[in-house]
């Protein structure tokens, strides 16, 4: 099992201490919307924040992945709750390992919703 998927594994069970085990006590993690997070402290300020104000992570599965080396690169889909309202979308993330756990993290998600193309632009 990846070191990612230890991490989504841990969002998935909605615990803080679990989530910030995952990462190493310098990691930064980026996310897709533009917050970045320095160290594994902030890492679980952040976590326990989201928690804290009812957000959950209903299902995060990974639907493709690969590795090389210390990196590893997955997409994903992401469902979850906030403000009260179940919400989700796909993305992919690059991680970088080390000893094990997550030292480094960048996120992307897809801002619309995919569609076959017919001939003509949306």
Do not use: C
Request: overall charge negative; hydrophobic content about 35%.
């Amino acid at each position: 099992m990846s070191a990612l998927t230890v991490y989504i594994n841990a969002w998935n069970s909605n615990d803080t201490e679990s989530i910030a085990a995952t990462v190493t006590p310098d990691a930064v993690v980026t996310e897709s919307y533009g917050p970045v997070y320095h160290g594994q402290e902030r890492i679980r300020e952040w976590a326990d924040m989201w928690f804290g104000r009812g957000s959950r992570v209903l299902n995060w599965v990974i639907t493709n992945e690969f590795t090389s080396g210390d990196t590893t690169v997955a997409e994903w889909r992401f469902d979850y709750r906030e403000e009260n309202e179940d919400r989700s979308f796909e993305g992919l993330t690059i991680a970088t390992v080390r000893d094990g756990k997550i030292a480094a993290l960048r996120e992307y998600a897809t801002t619309a919703d995919l569609y076959t193309w017919e001939g003509e632009w949306k």
